[in-house]
């Protein structure tokens, strides 16, 4: 509940240039009327935050980098919003006109803010530069006009009714700070599950431009001319109009955008609780593709030679009865083991189960991992794998951590020294890891980092890699290169083919070792580990 504060005593200088201006006429009692304003600040203060959100969300997705995507948006932002707020000092004359300009640019520059970004990665060429460019752009905008609202808003209630500084101040930042509350909370739990990211920044920025216009064409409108009346409810139904239009379209905009980004033959296109799933081809012999989050994951041109190299080598050598799996939800590296002679158990961990119902339902993805999840010996857990690894109780033959590059900040915890601390400790004797490291050739560092941190959890190591994909132009964002990997155990690995085991369609003993030599030669020395709280990995 907002309480009322005492008047000033007489004499005192009208704070905020109300003396200026006088008291404003209200169409309500002055008590209604601050509790209006009020009301105006929650929900201004929600939307802000949601564009945020949207912003650091929309950016982790399309540039990677999570870390360094948020630090951009919020450290960019903040300085705005000072700007921003020094800036609007010379519009408090004119406060409920300019708080009403105000609203309905935020609405329209954060509304549309996700569709432009997501525009310029589509249709940019694939590169970071564009849409790191256009973020900065777009979090100096919204902190500008996010930073102007609270002078206006100041001069608003003050104007209702005269009161100390520091209580209105008070009010307005509470108001101001539970509405950040709702709409941080309303971001993950109702706009992101119901209505994705392009539709609920349309739907905040309709929000965010009815309660400007509202207050002011509603509370304050006898403090408007005829004439601005007129133009500020203009303006607030073309920004409304073009939301709306922008929400009607945006179905359309996303199959244009996903056809540029993944090319023409787009089968299935899906948002999970956890990433983006897209399968491109695998019908009439065109090739299969697997995406997630916009990274091309699996192609039925070449995956099969990431998958070989992966799993053969670690279930050469000794004993492989039972296989852990740590993502590998497209069912590949499962189908991988489940060829060997010997293997009586996969269990696979992955954290997002619409993947797994895909890799079970879609056929061309069913028949290119051999229907491995109809497979018996086959079970999955729904889990993340560093947690399920802390709680593991059972002991594997072969664990292979089949993850998203350590690159990604998302995945960093799953090339910490913890993690291959936890990985060794599930490992039965004479078992072995084998991790996927990223490329070589395009980021050593990282590579070599990856395997300095599993010899310091333990473990000796035999580092190789493969060559990879040539890049393919109807899949703009895919990259070409090379597959590294790292086998390791409680005693030197032997990096080596079973001549009893299945035999390999892409790889030869001699091959192998010689990429495991020339691995050698790019090795970086004195490399830091990386740990759960000093991650080493950079985007």
Not at 133 to 150: D, K, Q
Not at 330 to 346: K, S, T
Not at 479 to 496: E, N, Y
């Amino acid at each position: 509940m907002i309480e009322p504060h005492a008047p000033a005593p007489p004499g005192a200088p009208a704070p905020w240039g109300e003396g200026a201006l006088g008291q404003a006429r209200l169409p309500v009692r002055p008590g209604t009327g601050r509790f209006l304003v009020l009301v105006g600040v929650f929900v201004c203060a929600a939307c802000g935050l949601v564009y945020e959100l949207e912003l650091v969300a929309l950016a982790s997705y399309l540039i990677g980098d999570s870390v360094t995507q948020a630090s951009i948006v919020l450290s960019v932002m903040v300085f705005a919003m000072g700007i921003g707020s020094l800036a609007a000092k010379r519009l408090r004359c004119r406060a409920a006109a300019g708080f009403g300009a105000l609203e309905a640019a935020l609405a329209l520059v954060g509304g549309c803010s996700a569709m432009a970004l997501y525009a310029v990665f589509a249709w940019g060429g694939g590169g970071p530069g564009g849409p790191r460019c256009l973020l900065v752009v777009f979090s100096l905008a919204i902190g500008l006009l996010i930073g102007a609202e609270v002078p206006l808003l100041m001069e608003l209630i003050q104007r209702i009714r005269r009161q100390d500084a520091g209580g209105a101040v008070a009010d307005l930042f509470a108001a101001d700070y539970v509405g950040a509350l709702v709409g941080g909370l309303a971001f993950p739990f109702l706009l992101l599950p119901w209505f994705g990211q392009l539709t609920g920044a349309l739907l905040t920025g309709a929000v965010n431009a009815v309660a400007g216009g509202a207050l002011a064409l509603g509370l304050f409108r006898r403090d408007l001319s005829r004439r601005g009346r007129r133009l500020l409810l203009v303006t607030n139904v073309l920004v409304l109009a073009v939301l709306g239009t922008a929400a009607l379209l945006v179905d359309d905009f996303e199959r244009a955008a996903r056809q540029a980004m993944y090319g023409g033959q787009v089968r299935v296109a899906l948002q999970t609780g956890a990433q983006e799933v897209v399968l491109t081809g695998g019908v009439r012999g065109r090739p299969l593709a697997l995406f997630l989050d916009g990274r091309l994951r699996a192609s039925s041109r070449d995956e099969r030679r990431y998958h070989e190299a992966l799993v053969l080598p670690a279930l050469s050598g000794g004993p492989h009865a039972r296989v852990l799996v740590l993502g590998g939800g497209d069912g590949l590296a499962a189908r991988e083991a489940l060829r060997h002679p010997g293997v009586r158990r996969v269990d696979v961990v992955e954290p997002d189960p619409a993947l797994v119902r895909l890799a079970r339902s879609d056929r061309a993805l069913a028949a290119l991992n051999d229907r491995a999840f109809a497979d018996p010996r086959v079970r999955v857990r729904t889990a993340d794998a560093f947690d399920w690894l802390r709680q593991a109780r059972r002991t594997y033959d072969v664990v292979i951590a089949d993850l998203p590059e350590p690159g990604d900040t998302s995945s960093t915890k799953l090339y910490a020294q913890e993690f291959y601390g936890l990985a060794r400790r599930v490992l039965a004797p004479g078992g072995r890891l084998v991790v996927h490291a990223g490329p070589v050739a395009a980021a050593p560092r990282a590579y070599w980092t990856v395997e300095t941190t599993i010899r310091a959890a333990g473990l000796r190591t035999a580092p190789y890699r493969v060559a990879g994909r040539a890049p393919e132009p109807e899949h703009a964002h895919a990259t070409g290169g090379d597959w590294g990997f790292v086998l390791a155990a409680r005693s030197r690995p032997a990096l080596t083919l079973d001549p009893g085991g299945p035999r390999p369609r892409t790889l030869t003993r001699a091959a192998l070792g010689e990429d495991a030599r020339a691995v050698e030669r790019t090795r970086v020395r004195g490399l830091p580990v990386s740990t759960l709280v000093h991650p080493r990995y950079g985007g």
